[in-house]
């Protein structure tokens, strides 16, 4: 490594872990630093299962970022750790005249991704252990799963590290400069670096405050893991896949690695804070998780809770990421907004960024601090 890296990736969550990593493909050399280590239990990409899926309603440019991910994903894990990924399927869940199923086959066919569109009497027949109350029909995407976040960013460093990545734990303090910044300081010492990227999940809005502190919205999100009765495999790979009801606002995952039926709450929760917010999950919110279980699948409603964790979204308005340089500090670059969707697409967006500080390609407009200007927020549907 020499000197001065040419750039300083500060975050080694799923987005910085990536980032770093496809910008020493392209031949930079680069220091991670992440203040308390990749995959610790504070960010976001931390959890013990996240959905790989390429549908998403009308919106192409979101599947093909979807697919692309996947092949790298794919190639990644695939010669040393493919027991991060599990092929569970996602079973898609929608009610009456919600056509964002019939639009996510218009895209999975244009993409090639495999998919089928169930009607209520195939979902109850392929589905036994469910009871699918106002749902009138499902789409299945059987080549979607999920995989062990943790494990695949701290993966995705591993690589990173051995392609000569300089992988630092230490904490990045707020940067200053009037047009660029020259050092910055962590408390593992000065870092000088040609172009810094912060790629810092729910603490972006604390180091940008007044650039985004009303662009991005940390909340506090619940997942539950329930335990079936001794040998039911049911609620397990192959038999039972992961799935989404959005309208719902819930999405649940089978047991996988013997930690329980996953619940998890899509609606936005309360504001939240990653540092000093605490992780006990709420009882108003496992009362929610139980009231699901026993609706959608009642042989779980007195099912013990095994595990629970609290997660922080880092929301933009409308669900999509926040990719752009600082508008002051002209060697500073922005990536965040994961908005609950994220984890998927972190090869993609660790691509697109090595492509925007190479001035490669055209910004993509979504993605602009102009885009995420002052908006009222909306709940995200098929992100
Ligand atoms: C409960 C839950 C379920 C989800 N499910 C899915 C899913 O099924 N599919 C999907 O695709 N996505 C899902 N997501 C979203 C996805 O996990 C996130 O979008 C993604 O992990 C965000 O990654 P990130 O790198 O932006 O942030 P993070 O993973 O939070 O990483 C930010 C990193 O920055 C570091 N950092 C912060 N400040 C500093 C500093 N000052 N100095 C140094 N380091 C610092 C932190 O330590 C942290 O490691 C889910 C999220 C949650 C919470």
């Not at 987005?15 to 930079?28: E, S, V, Y």
């Not at 494990?151 to 690589?159: G, I, M, P, T, W």
């Not at 990227?197 to 940390?218: H, I, N, S």
């Amino acid at each position: 490594m020499s000197e001065k890296p040419d750039v300083a990736v500060i975050g080694a969550g799923v987005f910085g872990a990536w980032t770093a990593l496809q910008l020493r493909r392209t031949g930079r050399s680069v220091v991670l630093v992440d203040a308390f280590g990749t995959g610790n239990s504070r960010s976001s990409s931390s959890g013990a299962s996240r959905v790989l899926r390429v549908g998403y309603g009308s919106q192409t440019f979101y599947s093909r970022w979807s697919q692309r991910s996947a092949y790298a994903w794919n190639e990644l894990l695939r010669d040393w750790r493919p027991d991060l990924f599990t092929r569970t399927g996602v079973l898609w869940m929608a009610r009456g005249d919600d056509t964002s199923l019939a639009e996510t086959a218009d895209t999975l066919a244009l993409l090639h991704t495999p998919c089928e569109l169930l009607d209520r009497d195939a979902l109850e027949q392929r589905f036994p252990r469910f009871t699918f109350g106002p749902i009138t029909h499902g789409l299945l995407e059987p080549d979607a799963g999920v995989i062990n976040a943790r494990r695949a960013v701290q993966a995705v460093v591993r690589q990173a590290v051995k392609q000569s990545v300089d992988y630092r734990v230490a904490s990045v303090s707020p940067p200053h400069g009037t047009t660029r910044v020259d050092t910055l300081a962590t408390t593992g010492g000065d870092i000088v670096a040609g172009t810094y990227v912060f790629a810092c999940g729910a603490w972006l809005p604390k180091l940008f405050p007044t650039l985004l502190g009303a662009r991005l919205y940390p909340t506090r999100q619940e997942v539950f893991f329930f335990g079936a009765k001794p040998g039911d495999r049911e609620f397990s790979p192959p038999l039972m896949p992961a799935w989404i009801d959005f309208a719902g606002g819930v999405y649940g995952l089978p047991d996988l690695e013997g930690r329980g039926f996953k619940i998890g709450l899509d609606h936005h929760g309360p504001p939240f804070d990653p540092d000093r917010g605490d992780r006990l999950a709420s009882n108003d919110a496992l009362q929610v998780a139980r009231m699901i279980l026993a609706r959608r699948l009642p042989s779980l409603q007195d099912a013990p809770l095994l595990e629970a964790r609290v997660c922080a979204y880092s929301n933009s308005w409308n669900g999509d990421f926040l990719i752009d340089r600082h508008p002051e500090l002209e060697n500073v670059w922005l990536v965040g907004g994961g908005s609950g969707h994220g984890f998927k697409h972190g090869p993609a967006v660790g691509e697109y960024v090595a492509d925007q500080l190479s001035g490669r390609d055209e910004p993509e407009t979504r993605f602009t601090l102009a885009q995420h200007g002052a908006h009222e927020r909306q709940e995200r549907r098929v992100f």
